[in-house]
């Protein structure tokens, strides 16, 4: 990067540090620590809850999702709205009414006190791991960057958040992600412009849209059907999108504490309720327009060179002969591929402009050539792994990345760079104060036998910030083992899918089957949370086919009939 991209980066990081611990006064007890006093507006919460979804995996990784496997990811926010609707009913108010913390505590006073901490740990080890992810992604962008390593990396990115997330708690976080929004919005759109402006003069966007089509990369809606029936195994259609991503967004925004605690910030239920339920009509077009800037990129490197590999580190290195030669050769035949399909792309579009009958041809013909220039990219990421085992060859995440370096304006770079930093910030910032939240007031407050966590407590006050620096480093290490995860965007929620369900099922318990006591829904719990681990080894070793975004709903599902069938036995 030159000096101005750098003096763009550092300056915009150190400006989101200086106004997060501006705004970080408040009350030095836990409601003015972990709820900001419970004073924000409805607009700040709805930034607030959006800034903690979209982390820097969202505009790191969605790109290069689409760019791989067209938009059709975007049909797993389509369960979202209704979900909303859902949790604007039901759960906002019972949290509102009893002025809880976390949702966990409501399942004490529902329940018993060895659920509401089994569904507590639950969080915890969820919400940690997945944050742990999130720390490593933008660690991916020093380390591509400039070839620095990984491990030293996940160190000083994580420090450097972990200063103004434990000094200013939940108001640092929420002030934070308002500023971050706008400035990651703000460049995002600039991406998407210069997308465009850098293809050939007489391509248009809509010829853009057409050869992204034709390419299969515009299947927003796809059935999940084919000639054998509905395909379990198929990760995102309409039916699981809506289904499986009802209950995932139902437990994400209803049970899960980095979310919740968001939303408990409000000045009263009506604020809630209103970011909850703008968040879902904007999410799904910000997702569709994020995934759109992925599809319009395939585009620009079929008239474009494209890079065979899009990890510029890994594929600068030098390789002792065979492998050098052989990655070498396979990248020549590459660049010749490349050739003829800007060449076809061109005929394509002209033809399609022309109502030429001969746009088919040309449209079977970029296909060919897309599937041949697939089948090289793989060949050259197996004879890499041969050539450095240690290489991260799933290279989704450097997609769109490598498109900010390699063609955008000084000063453009160091922006585009901080926007995946910022969107990691936020996203990690709200992470680690719900799990110092869940610990200290499920947890420390709980079993300690303190006078009262409601109370103005300096010593709560201070070991609520231990907590805080003691999960940032617990995700630190995490990040340390985050390699070879392939798509985070999609690691994020496969990781989240193994427990959102089962916490889901409790509180939907909780909820709608009042007959069900705490002992029938606490066993009910650990063994729907052992079928779906057992489900999830069984399809990633392909012994069956199912979707990650079904193991909610089977977990869900299998919490309220083993919760019924429990009660009965326990009656009985």
Known sequence: MSSIDWIVLISTLLLIVVYGLYKSRTSRDLE??????????????????????????????????AFTDGMRFVQYYF????????????????????????????????????????????????????TGISVYAPSIILSSLFGWNIYITNIIMGGILIIY??????????????????????????????????????????D??????????LNVITTGFDKNGFVWKDKYNIVSGVIGGFFLALSYFGTDHSQVGRYLTAKNSTQSKLGLLLNGLVKVPMQFLILLLGALLFVYYQFQPSPVFFNKAAEEKVYAAPYNDSLKNISATFDKVNAQQKNTAVNYTNALN????????????????????????????????????????????????????????????????????????????AALNSLAS???????????????????????????????????????????????MGSLIEAVNILGSLFYGVILGIFLVAFYFKKISGNAVFLSA???????????????????????????VAGALAVIIFGYLMQKFIRA
């Not at 929420?174 to 391509?203: D, E, K, S, V």
């Not at 853009?208 to 990369?217: E, F, I, M, Q, T």
């Not at 947890?443 to 940032?472: I, P």
């Open 165 to 206: 997330t434990v000094s200013g708690g939940a108001k640092a976080v929420a002030y934070t992600q308002q500023l971050q929004l706008i400035i990651i919005i703000t460049a995002m759109c600039i991406a998407g412009y210069y997308i465009i402006h850098l293809m050939p003069q007489n391509i248009h966007f809509t």
């Open 354 to 429: 022309n109502n030429d009958a001969s746009a088919n041809t040309f449209k079977q013909q970029l296909q060919s050539l897309n599937d041949t220039a697939n089948s090289l990219r793989t060949q050259y990421k197996t004879v890499l792994a041969k050539a450095d085992p240690s290489a991260d060859i799933n290279d989704t995440n450097y997609i769109f990345l490598r498109f900010v370096i390699d063609n955008l304006p000084q000063g453009l770079i160091g922006l585009l760079i901080a926007i995946i930093f910022l969107a990691s910030w936020s996203s990690i910032a």
């Open 208 to 217: 853009a849209l057409n050869v992204s089509g034709a390419s299969g990369k």
């Open 526 to 552: 650990i063994i729907s949370e052992i079928i779906v681990v057992v489900l999830f080894v069984l399809d990633n070793n392909n012994i069956i086919g199912l979707g990650f975004l079904w193991l909610n």
């Open 79 to 130: 369960g979202l709205p209704l979900a909303m609707v859902v949790l604007c009913i039901t759960f906002v108010p019972a949290f509102s009414k009893l002025k809880v913390f976390t949702p966990y505590e409501f399942l004490e006073q529902r329940f018993d006190v060895k659920t509401r901490t089994f569904t507590a740990a639950l969080f915890l080890l969820s919400r940690g791991f997945s």
């Open 32 to 65: 003015g620590y972990f709820l900001s006093n419970r004073n924000m507006p409805w607009w700040l919460v709805l930034l607030s809850i959006m800034g903690t979804q979209a982390s820097a995996i969202t505009f790191l990784s969605a790109p290069g999702q």
């Open 438 to 484: 869940c610990t200290m007031i499920d947890f420390y407050c709980r079993f300690k036998k303190s006078d009262g966590y409601a109370a103005l407590h300096e010593k709560q006050y201070k070991m609520s910030k231990w907590f805080t620096l003691l999960w940032g480093i617990f995700c630190i290490i995490i990040a340390e083992f985050a390699n070879r």
